[in-house]
């Protein structure tokens, strides 16, 4: 290190390297969540499960709904070219099973997105605006929150004839809620603070203070939420599946999946245990990640 540097009035002048560069607190998040190993790997293997539903049914020599009645279900052992067996129809398992990753995966992204905007929405004007608007709005939330979501969304898709894409944004239409009392809660937190103040007295109009000042200063608890949120989609698509209203033959998800499979476990195990696999490790990731990112976001939770 050199000495430092002394201009001939005798004033210290500070070099560049010296210093102290400072840093944001998403960079600073970063570093926090690149410390936790387990985060990191759940981060790791739910992008290699992504890019492996995305990508792998277009190089795999199979479709999913080809069948070879000859073949019939065969083990991963003796399927020869069928790395995860066949199904009763001779339908290869790990293209399904991929495929079905695509709907899952799908569903979670696409439901929890929905219930993102909604969400997020709903509870930062609720939050804002306050007073007779903020208890009629909570209000309406609590009511909303009586309703059993699995009925309304199973008599959602017997009316509209089961079409999947309405199966995305029924769940992502039930799951908003709890999003909403979340940004709600913080909101209230922030409309008080110097700088929600100081943009009022600049003239900005509300709807500007709410969705530039106030929701990006929430996006913290938002996206640890959102991280639980996929994987409750998920198993909310798999219920529906195992009731027979998710996503119809021949098309697959891993709820679907593992509902055929659970039915001929006994005779046929691999059918419910390399779908069972995919989901568990998706689920398992998504918790663990949310739990990374909780502590990143949130110094004071932090176990560092």
């Not at 709903?122 to 605006?129: D, F, I, K, P």
């Not at 033959?249 to 659970?262: E, Q, R, T, V």
Request: include cysteine.
């Amino acid at each position: 290190m050199t000495d430092p540097v002394i201009n001939p009035s005798g004033k210290l002048l500070l070099r560049p390297e010296d210093i102290e560069q400072g840093t944001s607190l998403w960079k600073d998040a970063w570093h926090r969540l690149r410390k936790n190993r387990m985060a990191v790997a759940s981060l790791i293997i739910l992008i290699l499960i992504t890019v492996l539903s995305i990508f792998g049914p277009m190089v795999m020599p199979y479709e999913y709904q080809d069948q070879n009645q000859g073949l019939g279900a065969t083990p991963p052992l003796q399927a020869g070219a069928h790395l995860f067996g066949t199904d009763e129809l001779g339908r290869d398992l790990l293209t399904r099973t991929l495929h079905g990753g695509r709907v899952s995966l799908g569903v979670g992204l696409i439901a929890t997105l929905t219930a993102l905007i909604i969400g997020v929405t709903y509870g930062a004007v609720s939050g804002y605006l306050g007073g007779r608007t903020d208890v009629v709005m909570m209000r309406i939330v609590d009511i909303l929150y009586a309703i059993p979501f699995t009925i309304f969304v199973i008599v959602l898709m017997s009316v509209f004839d089961r079409d999947i894409k309405l199966l995305f944004l029924a769940i992502g239409a039930v799951e908003w809620l709890t999003m909403a009392r979340i940004v709600r809660a913080q909101v209230l937190s922030l409309s008080k603070q110097e700088f929600v103040e100081a943009a009022l007295s600049l003239g900005l109009h509300r709807v500007t203070i709410i969705f530039r000042y106030l929701i990006p200063n929430v996006l913290g608890p938002v996206i640890v939420y959102t991280t639980l949120t996929i994987p409750a989609v998920m198993l909310f698509e798999s219920i529906l599946s195992f009731l027979g209203l998710g996503v119809q033959a021949p098309m697959s998800s891993w709820g679907s999946l593992i509902k055929d499979g659970s039915e001929k476990m006994d005779v046929y195990p691999w059918l419910l245990l390399f779908p069972a696999m995919f989901f568990s490790a998706t689920l398992f990731c998504l918790n663990f990640l949310g739990d990374g990112l909780r502590d990143a976001l949130d110094p004071k939770s932090s176990k560092d």
